[in-house]
């Protein structure tokens, strides 16, 4: 008896871990609907943020589009957990909560803290996992009072988010696109500052997200030029998958690298279909090149 007590507890937990492994993730929460006006909603937002501790550190209209808003935050927790993965780990410092006004209703939705850590830090993970779930969840928590969060724009495998990829002979994560190798940090700070300071390329700087101690920033860059940024090609990906934006530059030491277009467009619209990306193909060397003129003399 004691043995098939033993096989059948076997059984379960190996059906456990399947599941565990099989468990799929979603891009975004939706959290709820406002009514009255863009302002008021992101005051509630923003505001939420705030009391849950977190700072507000960038907030914009994508496309220009004042039916669009990204509001970014962050902590010193997510910022100190961020730094533990060397390989532009600081990419995800950042959090973002979006509101879309449409037919009279303001959607919040958030980025899923779970997926992009999978995304960003999976395969450099060493026993962190825990403080990525509980990460996960104070950022869930943040807007509980407003409603509650279900998966929204999509879904991948959680197994394989750390090695994400579109399709054969797309790049990973570990594959960016390398802007500008400069003299030292200072000086690609200087440079990065002042472009953005002077809008290079049609962009606005949302935020600056700096380790100095570390030698690491990042620059969230709002993609403003009407026939290659976010007004280009937010109407054909969807408009209500926001919350993953804006584009950045990282700047690690005296390199600046952006994550490659066709890894990270892929990653944050996933429903999208090969006929769709096909109508966007300019887009990730658009943006490559836009983030070449910002770290440009």
């Known amino acids: 008896m004691k043995k ?43 505001q939420a943020i705030t009391s849950g501790g977190f700072d507000v550190i960038g907030d914009y209209n994508p496309a220009q589009d004042p039916d669009l808003r990204v509001i970014c935050f962050t902590n010193d927790e997510l910022k100190n957990l961020s730094l533990q993965f060397e390989d532009r780990g600081a990419l995800a410092s950042i959090l973002k909560a979006a509101l879309v006004s449409d037919s009279g209703k303001i959607t919040l939705t ?14 450099q993970l060493a026993g962190q996992e ?35 990829h579109y399709m054969m002979m797309m790049p990973y994560f570990d594959e960016p696109e390398e802007l500008r190798e400069f003299n030292s940090f200072e000086e690609g700070l200087k440079i990065i500052r002042k472009n953005l300071d002077t809008k290079t390329g049609n962009t606005i700087k949302v935020y600056e997200q700096l380790f100095e101690r570390k030698e690491i920033a990042v620059f969230g860059v709002g993609l403003s030029d009407a026939e290659t940024g976010e007004a280009h090609f937010l109407p054909i990906v969807g ?16 390199e600046a690298t952006m994550l490659h277009g066709k890894y990270r467009i892929a990653l944050f619209w996933p429903e999208l279909k090969m006929g769709t990306f096909m109508k966007i193909s300019g887009t990730p060397g658009d943006i490559e090149d836009t983030m070449e003129d910002i770290c440009g003399e």
Do not use: C, R
């Not at 076997?10 to 006006?37: R, V």
């Not at 825990?130 to 928590?141: D, F, I, P």
């Open 4 to 46: 098939f007590q033993l096989i059948i507890g076997l059984f379960a937990l190996l059906f456990t871990l399947n599941l565990t492994a099989q468990e799929e993730l979603s891009p975004y929460f939706k959290i709820t609907e406002f009514e009255g006006s863009m302002a008021d909603a992101g005051t509630k937002v923003s």
């Open 110 to 123: 958030i980025l899923n803290p779970e997926y992009m850590f999978l995304a960003y830090w999976g395969e």
């Open 130 to 164: 825990k403080q990525l779930k509980s990460m996960s969840e104070k950022t869930k928590n943040l807007f509980s009072q407003f409603g509650k969060p279900e998966p929204f724009g999509g879904f991948e495998e959680a197994e394989d988010l750390p090695h994400y």
């Open 239 to 254: 408009k209500h998958n926001i919350a993953n934006l804006p584009y950045e530059i990282i700047l690690q030491g005296n």
